[in-house]
């Protein structure tokens, strides 16, 4: 084994483990308020996952004598039932799987493609991170409403469209977060002292640069499901996400606008639901902010 072999191998330090990290988080924000909503958006999420195995209704059940039915825990419906005679509870639930799992699949897929668009295009730099960002900019200039359109049109309405839709401009926000950062980053000392020791450039990304933007894409995450989550309500809502039988909370509130006036239980409950859940998310998404960043220190 070569001279510069050994040297890159003692080079590398011990790091804490995953769980190691994640539980310093946990210790650095674990507030009473942080707590407290932590456990609201954690019941909510198992309450979706599970939740709907126990109301004792399909989805798509249809009482015909409780119609546009108030709520009402003697007769079996607690939240009401909507404009067909199905069981609002269990709709909610099943219609919080959907928009959790779209957001948090589009945010993780968004993720992934952010980060390493973003730390190819910081680290080379040169005409490469210039061809790279001009792309990023003329993806900007897309008008999202049309593209999800289009995509509706070629291959339907359904919940892949909307989760392609998503994935398809969420990345560009975190790619170009990420490239400013590797900038900063590339020229410091322990960047400079891998690159003598002639550590190929994939390991310095990975090892040595990544690993300082955890802080970052942690606080991104946070706060881009719940943007998500109204992306893809407003999409739901105007009839482009969605659609019968499936449900998801913006198709909910979409049907719940149209009975407001006779229904209010229609709108008010899923509309809550989405509401408690992506406050949650913010909340914790601002403390996570506020632990990540050396300014609150």
Request: charged share 15%; hydrophobic share 50%; aromatic share 10%.
């Amino acid at each position: 084994m070569s001279a510069t072999s050994n040297a890159s191998e003692g080079f590398s330090v011990a790091r804490p483990s995953a769980w190691t990290r994640i539980m310093q988080v946990y210790r650095g924000v674990s507030t009473p308020r942080m707590r407290i909503y932590g456990t609201i958006l954690l019941a909510i999420v198992l309450a979706c996952a599970f939740g709907p195995y126990f109301t004792g209704y399909g989805i798509n059940e249809i009482h015909w004598d409780y119609v546009d039915h108030p709520p009402s825990f003697s007769e079996g419906f607690p939240l009401g039932t909507d404009s067909n005679g199905r069981d609002l509870l269990t709709r909610i639930l099943h219609g919080g799987r959907i928009s959790l799992t779209v957001a948090l699949a589009a945010t993780l897929v968004s993720l992934m493609i952010g980060v390493m668009y973003g730390a190819i295009s910081g680290y080379i730099g040169g005409i490469t991170d210039e061809v790279m960002m001009r792309v990023v900019d003329m993806l900007y200039c897309l008008p999202f409403i049309f593209f999800v359109i289009l995509l509706a049109v070629l291959f339907g309405r359904s919940v892949v469209v909307v989760f392609i839709a998503i994935g398809a401009v969420e990345w560009l926000d975190i790619a170009r977060i990420v490239r400013g950062q590797v900038l900063s980053l590339k020229h410091k000392e322990f960047v400079d002292s891998a690159r003598v020791l002639g550590v190929p450039a994939g390991k310095i990304v990975r090892r040595h640069i990544l690993p300082n933007l955890a802080g970052i894409i942690i606080v991104y995450t946070t706060l881009t499901v719940p943007r998500i989550i109204l992306l893809e309500s407003a999409l739901g809502y105007l009839g482009l996400g969605v659609q019968e039988p499936m449900a998801s909370w913006g198709v909910l509130v979409a049907d719940g606008a149209r009975v407001m006036d006779t229904a209010p239980w229609i709108l008010f409950f899923p509309a809550a639901a989405l509401t408690l859940t992506v406050f949650c998310l913010n909340v914790l998404g601002d403390g996570l902010r506020d632990y990540f960043d050396p300014k609150t220190k």
